[in-house]
């Protein structure tokens, strides 16, 4: 349906959607289009951004109406301006109109969030550096806006808590100190028998220090470091571990902290931030 979207996390988000908004039946519909009624509508573009979510709009009518005829247009990924036809969509009447506000919601969303993906990623063009998304999704569409983000060229961290270790202030804090902490994770994945990658959050070179001294992780996170610490930051992990940049992360300051040389920077704003690219399904009369 998507590539490298699950397709039963999918079809389950668009049914759990599709009951949100109809429940017992679109009355408005069923009291004034006949049952058997076919219409045609296409998405117009009202904005400038990168298009995303084309797929799932398919994916969408066709669960409603398996008779649904899609032409696509315009693909996920490309840059699209006020005017722009994105797909065409011939259906069921009834069908299209119950799934019309899912579909623009939808998208709608996931083209801000890969217009603004996009915009980092220019932002850090020629930088040898990778642009992370967050955990900072909307409930139950991470998979969605993770997808989005990778249409507008960053790239995904961790889905979730089960998929990587990342030890953070709090952790540090609640386990008595950096090293029992990177030791008792450690321990655990020992004893379950889990092969997950490590990153410790760091908040200065004190902290940096200790976990040098500690050992045993992948990755260093560098937390709200100024620009001219982080960069003595990198130069002292001198490529022992990965290493990535977080906090204060902006478009006005991505290129800045690209330059002190970290492998990674976690962006949360990609999604947290995002905001909607204008669409509108006008149904041809």
Known sequence: MIQGVDDKLLTTFITNALHEDIQDGDHT??????????????????????????????????????????????????????????????????????????????????????????????????????????????PLMRFLEKYAVRVGGCSNYRDGLYDRIMIKDNHVDASGGIALAIEKVNQYLKDNKLDLKITIEVRNLVELHQVLEAGNVDRIMLDNFELPILAEAVATIDGRYETEASGGVNLHTVRKIASSGVNFISVGELTHSAGSLDLSLKVKK
């Not at 006949?34 to 298009?51: F, N």
């Not at 649904?68 to 009834?94: C, S």
């Not at 799934?99 to 890969?114: I, K």
Request: charged content about 25%; proline content about 5%; glycine content about 4%.
């Open 29 to 138: 519909s069923l009291a004034c289009i006949p049952i058997d009624k076919t219409s045609k509508a296409h998405l117009l573009v009202k904005d400038v951004g990168i298009l995303c979510g084309v797929p799932f709009a398919k994916t969408v009518f066709q669960h409603v109406d398996p008779n649904a005829v899609f032409t696509e247009l315009i693909p996920d990924g490309e840059y699209v301006k006020h005017g722009d036809i994105a797909f065409e969509v011939e259906m069921n009447a009834q069908a299209l109109l119950k799934s019309e506000r899912l579909v623009l919601n939808t998208m709608q969303r996931l083209s801000g969030v890969s217009t603004l993906s996009h915009r980092f990623q220019t932002e850090i063009e020629n930088k040898p550096v990778t642009i992370l998304d967050t955990r900072k999704t909307a």
